[in-house]
């Protein structure tokens, strides 16, 4: 690799007029930098990387061989409008992952946070917007419009339905598809997507307080048994408990939403 201003440059890798190269960026071999990217800090690219379209990277973010950042949406739809991808900083983005940009009728921006993990070929597709901590496993896909909060993990081989929401710290089992809103801290398992309980692993990791962990299974209870229907049930879940946790819960279950909810069998 080859020194410059920018840092270390494989001198097959192609760097386009118009593209800006963060401070001590590591470009590999046979790579191509689009002239609208914008790199941070620190961004190591592999190999054989294509980074193109209107998109930004966060500071020291590493991006493996054959991943494809962001191209076109695939939305037949979609007329060469200008919009976006913007990825956030210390994210890890493995071989042959695609995310495409954004379209008008989404927003315009596909948006990921930081400290991601995104294992080899899976998809993000346009407009989804993803938080922190996310991981997201083997070949699994997420359809447009998605939102996935802070510390989801998607299972591998998983796919999710375009405008499905995944609350903060649920988990989705592999080879699941998801086609419905998932609650926060929920776990999903099955091919066709069950909600069959609560992240509890995950929550005592993060080291959840017991009473907390409490409130949350009385809750789940509650979701699945209670009287009226699954909105009232959340409603009333509102105005009983005193957990912050279970109130991220009513939040997310009483919030906007174009799908319903996958809800306790």
């Known amino acids: 690799m080859a020194n410059s201003s920018e840092g270390l440059i494989h001198p097959s890798a192609v760097i386009e007029d118009g593209a800006v190269l963060g401070a001590d960026c590591r470009i590999g071999p046979f790579c191509v930098i689009g002239a609208g990217v914008v790199l941070g800090a620190r961004v190591?690219?592999?190999?054989?990387?294509?980074?193109?379209?209107?998109?930004?990277?966060?500071?020291?973010?590493?991006?493996?061989?054959?991943?494809?950042?962001?191209?076109?949406?695939?939305?037949?739809?979609?007329?060469?409008?200008?919009?976006?991808?913007?990825?956030?900083?210390?994210?890890?983005?493995?071989?042959?992952?695609?995310?495409?940009?954004?379209?008008?009728?989404?927003?315009?921006?596909?948006?990921?946070?930081?400290?991601?993990?995104?294992?080899?070929?899976?998809?993000?597709?346009?407009?989804?917007?993803?938080?922190?901590?996310?991981?997201?496993?083997?070949?699994?896909?997420?359809?447009?419009?998605?939102?996935?909060?802070?510390?989801?993990?998607?299972?591998?081989?998983?796919?999710?339905?375009?405008?499905?929401?995944?609350?903060?710290?649920?988990?989705?089992?592999?080879?699941?598809?998801?086609?419905?809103?998932?609650?926060?801290?929920?776990?999903?398992?099955?091919?066709?997507?069950?909600l069959d309980g609560l992240n509890l692993v995950g929550l005592k990791r993060k080291g959840v307080a017991r009473v907390d962990i409490t409130a949350l299974r009385a809750a789940f209870q509650m979701l699945a048994q209670g009287e009226g229907t699954f909105q009232d049930r959340a409603q009333r879940l509102g105005r009983e408990t005193d957990s912050d946790y279970v109130r991220q819960i009513v939040e997310f279950v009483t919030g906007d939403s174009d799908r319903s909810f996958l809800t306790p069998k």
Not at 67 to 96: M, S
Not at 98 to 119: E, K, P, S
Not at 122 to 138: E, F, K, L, S, T
């Open 44 to 194: 190591e690219i592999k190999s054989h990387v294509v980074v193109t379209g209107d998109t930004v990277i966060g500071d020291d973010t590493v991006i493996y061989a054959f991943a494809c950042i962001g191209e076109v949406p695939q939305d037949l739809k979609f007329g060469g409008e200008k919009t976006r991808l913007e990825i956030g900083a210390r994210n890890r983005i493995r071989e042959h992952v695609t995310m495409n940009i954004g379209t008008t009728g989404g927003g315009g921006v596909t948006r990921v946070g930081d400290d991601c993990l995104f294992m080899a070929g899976c998809h993000i597709a346009h407009d989804v917007q993803i938080g922190n901590r996310v991981i997201v496993v083997n070949n699994a896909a997420l359809a447009g419009h998605c939102i996935i909060s802070d510390d989801v993990i998607l299972g591998g081989l998983s796919g999710v339905h375009q405008f499905v929401r995944i609350g903060q710290g649920a988990i989705i089992g592999a080879v699941t598809m998801v086609t419905n809103d998932v609650i926060p801290y929920g776990l999903v398992q099955a091919p066709r997507g069950e």
